[in-house]
RNA sequence: GGAGUGGUAGCUCAAUUGGUUAGAGCAUCUCACUGUCACUGAGAAGGUUGCGGGUUCGAGUCCCGUCCAUUCCGCCA
């Protein structure tokens, strides 16, 4: 029988039909029992008389088969659409069970920890809440596009991998495997390539881009965003707000959204640094905040330079002349100021032609009309204190664009999931995106990043190397730090527990053998134990005193674990994210030696800091490992 | 890189100046129930209070360290 949408069931009163979805509610009451199934588009009562045949539980994926009823007056629920209706339920199968869930999915989620929604993501946007919000992102995608389409713009996507810039974000960096030593870059933002399109006759281009930026996150910031990008040629400022400004109106209303002022306000910076402080403003109203309008405003007449902060690295590296660009430096001046920019005159007061279009406090995208002329874009590299070679190697390829007949042209780039955010009422980017990251970079349900492999590093050219000498100071920071009086010898490369002890100039039974040992029942877990040097590890052991099996872990499976090389790994498995546990002769020691984190280096110290600093699992001082 | 806040049951939270056996709601399990709609009622199970150390007769609570999360600053269009 063929699949009916929940919806509509509401109009389908005295018909059979065939529902499926997921089991949201369980009311039984042995006799007679009630289910409240949800798909994609509403939730249906659906009703077992005689009760369930086998059980259910929140989260079941059915299969139901029954008569659609109409609700006699008075149990009507008025609360779901299909509230005035029922399913008999003839037969149902289970599709899928469902374990219990790991945390309520009928509530917002929003005071759940964000932890637990994104390693269950998958659970989290069932809810109805996230689910619309993927939804409106959709309908708001599609009306934007709709609307550039009405206008003739032509959809282009950029390339991914790209050249590494020295100005502005830090770049996400690809390494080359046919150029050893040679690494691409995730993009920024499609700036160049879509001022090429421009040059390409195209006129009109847009694209959704994704950009990328190694910067540290916020709640409305994230390693990658997606961009509403697009350019215009033969276009003054004016025209370029004026389309932005319509497409964005039209994309809007499309999907119920309220705009306060039509036409956006346009302030100009210094007006809006004097009546709000910032370059960013709310202009809503209490009321307004309420019901979700969108109060958009230009922003406009910015300075194209300000003099360089003598306490940021960045801008005096950007600005060896005392002078660094505001906003982007491809922009060109505004043309009463052509002839300052030109000169090199009075340039604290140039003007660039850069519209910032705010929204609700947001900085909601920003562009300019750019220096399609190369001797202007020449000039802004020149104010800054470029040499003609340094501004070959940054533009010269857009330099060489422009004087190949590039028309004038400006655009924008507007940040989509803040305008989603805002739609939407949210608070967080993190809401509008179906997998975010965390605030430390970690992405949803899968772990990444993660390390690779050394074969992997190999292929690519690439090294890491610094693992070793940041356990040494790691280690000896975390001894410091809790007072403790150690020796630190730095030695000829050595490889094992004898050729240690021999240099180190200590008998070899105090030396501590920092193992690590593989599960064989849990992929990729690995735990460490620490034995005496003079003895051998009993897997036998091991595997009765924590009742689970493991295995020598292979040596290459080791140091790209934990990056070091073997027979350098200390005592420290904490420092590595592994469980530890020290053999209880280990806390008989008077005095341990062992090496940390490089073949080169050891420290010898007293056996009761060690333990005490290394901070094994506590059960392990009744535990023996060792044969 | 810096600062703040937090981490107690699957989820959300509580636990008085440091004081008995760490509690509750939801979820789960068992039983009862033919009209519920966040069903109800009776009962049960569920905890290394992130981890380690210290102070104390006694620590979820105070101190130190560490890990994780989160917000802000730095950074970032």
């Known amino acids: 029988m063929e699949r009916t949408k929940i919806i509509e069931t509401k109009e389908k009163a005295g018909k059979k039909v065939s529902i499926s979805g997921w089991v949201t509610t369980v009311r039984d009451h042995g006799q007679i029992a009630f289910i409240m199934l949800k798909d994609r588009s509403a939730y249906v009562q659906c009703v077992l008389n005689g009760g369930l045949k086998e059980p259910v539980g929140e989260g079941y994926v059915l299969e139901i088969v029954g008569e659609v009823k109409e609700r006699p007056e008075k149990m009507r629920n008025d609360k779901i659409p299909t509230g005035n209706v029922e399913i008999e339920v003839e037969s149902y199968k289970v599709l899928n069970m469902s374990k219990d869930l790991p945390m309520p999915l009928n509530t917002d989620g929003k005071n759940i920890n964000e932890e637990v929604r994104l390693k269950y993501r998958y659970l989290d946007l069932r809810r109805d809440r996230m689910q619309k919000i993927l939804k409106l992102r959709s309908d708001y995608i599609a009306a934007v596009r709709e609307e550039l389409k009405k206008r003739e713009f032509i959809e282009i996507e950029t390339p991914m991998l790209t050249k590494a810039t020295k100005e502005g974000a830090r770049d996400f960096i690809v390494p080359s495997r046919f150029n050893p030593g040679k690494f691409y870059a995730l993009p920024q933002s499609p700036q160049q390539y879509k001022q090429l399109m421009m040059t390409a006759g195209i006129e009109r281009y847009f694209q959704f881009a994704r950009c990328i930026r190694d910067e540290d996150l916020r709640a409305d910031r994230g390693y990658e965003h997606t961009q509403i990008d697009l350019e215009m040629s033969f276009m003054n400022q004016k025209e370029v707000m004026q389309t932005v400004e319509d497409i964005i109106k039209g994309a809007v209303s499309a999907v119920g959204g309220r705009i306060k002022e039509d036409p956006f306000p346009v302030i100009n910076y210094k007006e809006a640094m004097e009546k709000y402080g910032a370059d960013k403003f709310d202009l809503r109203t209490e009321e ?39 906003h982007n430096p491809f922009s060109s001046p505004i043309p009463e100021h052509l002839e300052w920019h030109m000169k090199g005159e009075n340039i604290g007061e140039i003007v660039t032609a850069q519209y910032d279009l705010v929204c609700n406090g947001l900085e909601a995208g920003g562009g300019s009309i750019r220096a399609h002329n190369p001797e202007v874009l020449k000039q802004t590299f020149r104010i800054m204190g470029y040499s003609e070679e340094e501004i070959q190697e940054s533009v010269g390829h857009m330099l060489e664009a422009f004087e190949l007949g590039t028309p004038p042209h400006g655009g924008i780039g507007m940040g989509l999931d803040r305008q989603i955010m805002l739609l939407a009422g949210e608070d967080s980017l993190k809401e509008t995106i179906a997998f975010p990251m965390t605030a430390t970079g970690k992405t949803a349900v899968m772990d990444a990043p993660s390390p690779i492999g050394k074969k992997d590093l190999e292929t690519l050219h690439l090294d890491v190397t610094d693992k070793g ?67 051998q590890l009993d897997l036998e052991k091991v595997k009765n005193q924590l009742e689970e099996e493991f295995e020598i872990a292979p040596a290459k499976e080791v140091e790209q674990y934990t990056g070091l090389k073997l027979g350098s790994i200390p005592p420290f498995a904490r420092l590595l994210k592994m469980d530890l546990y020290f053999d209880k002769a280990m806390y008989d020691k008077e005095t341990v030696a062992f090496n940390c984190g490089l073949r080169t280096a050891s420290i010898i110290m007293k056996g009761s800091d060690l333990i005490k600093a290394a901070n094994p699992d506590k059960k392990s001082e009744k535990l023996e490992f060792a044969q």
């Open 288 to 326: 307004e905040k309420k019901n979700n309008v969108l109060a958009f405003a230009w922003v406009v007449n910015f300075p194209f330079f300000k003099k360089v902060d003598a306490g940021d690295e960045a801008e005096k590296r950007d600005g060896k002349s005392g002078w660094v660009f505001t």
């Open 469 to 535: 000498g940041s356990m040494v100071d790691r280690i000896k920071e975390t001894l410091d730090s809790l007072g403790m009086v150690y020796k630190y010898m730095e030695h000829e490369e050595v490889r094992t527990s004898e050729e240690a002890a021999k240099i180190r100039g200590v008998d070899l039974s105090t030396g501590a053998k920092a193992m690590v040992i593989k599960s064989k029942e849990y992929e990729g877990k690995y735990i460490m134990v620490v034995i005496p040097a003079d003895r």
